[in-house]
C-alpha cells in the first residue's frame, strides 16, 4: 500500500470539498448582500420590520460563509468539539453579551460577538488540520 498516495488523496479530497463548500457559502452571501433591499420581504411585509432586518443581513452573509467552511471541517474527535466549546461557548457569547448589552450593540452585537466565536472555532479547526500527521490518519484509517 503506498502511504504517500492515500495522503496526498485525502488532502486533496479535503480541499476541494472545504474549497466547494467556501464557493458555494461565497455565492449564497453575494446574492443575500445583492438582493439586502429586497430579501427580508420574503419573510415580513412590514416595512419596520424589513428596516431591521436589512441592517442584519451583512452578519448573515458572514455566517454563511463561516458556517459553509465549519460545517466541512467539524467532526466527532474530542478536539474538534472542544474547538466548538472554546470558540462558541467561551469567547462568542461572552462577547456577544459584551457587545449586545455593555456596548448597546442590541442584537447586532450579540450576534456578532457570537460570529466572532464561529470564526475563532474555524480558525482553530484550520490550525488542527494543518498540524493533523495525515500519515498516522491513513494508517490508522486502513486498519
Same mark, same amino acid.
Given at each position: 500500500m503506498n502511504l504517500d498516495w492515500d495522503v496526498q488523496?485525502? #488532502?486533496s479530497t479535503? %480541499? @476541494?470539498?472545504? #474549497?466547494?463548500?467556501l464557493a458555494i457559502g461565497m455565492? %449564497?452571501?453575494? @446574492?443575500v448582500l445583492i438582493t439586502k433591499d429586497y430579501f427580508s420581504a420574503i419573510f415580513t411585509s412590514k416595512e419596520l420590520q424589513q428596516?431591521?432586518?436589512?441592517?442584519s443581513l451583512f452578519l448573515l452573509g458572514i455566517t454563511m460563509v463561516l458556517n459553509s467552511v #465549519? #460545517?466541512?471541517v467539524d467532526g466527532k474527535d474530542w478536539w474538534l468539539r472542544s474547538t466548538w466549546v472554546v470558540g462558541y461557548y467561551i469567547f462568542g457569547l461572552p462577547l456577544g453579551f459584551l457587545l449586545g448589552y455593555k456596548a448597546n450593540l442590541g442584537v447586532? /452585537?450579540?450576534?456578532g460577538g457570537m460570529k466572532c /466565536?464561529?470564526?475563532l472555532q474555524t480558525l482553530l479547526l484550520l490550525i488542527v488540520l494543518h498540524r493533523t500527521l495525515w500519515n498516522k490518519e491513513v494508517e490508522q484509517s486502513s486498519e
Open positions: 488523496e485525502q #488532502l479535503l %480541499c @476541494v470539498t472545504v #474549497l466547494e463548500s455565492v %449564497c452571501m453575494i @446574492v428596516a431591521a432586518a436589512k441592517l #465549519l #460545517l466541512e447586532k /452585537g450579540i450576534w /466565536g464561529t470564526a
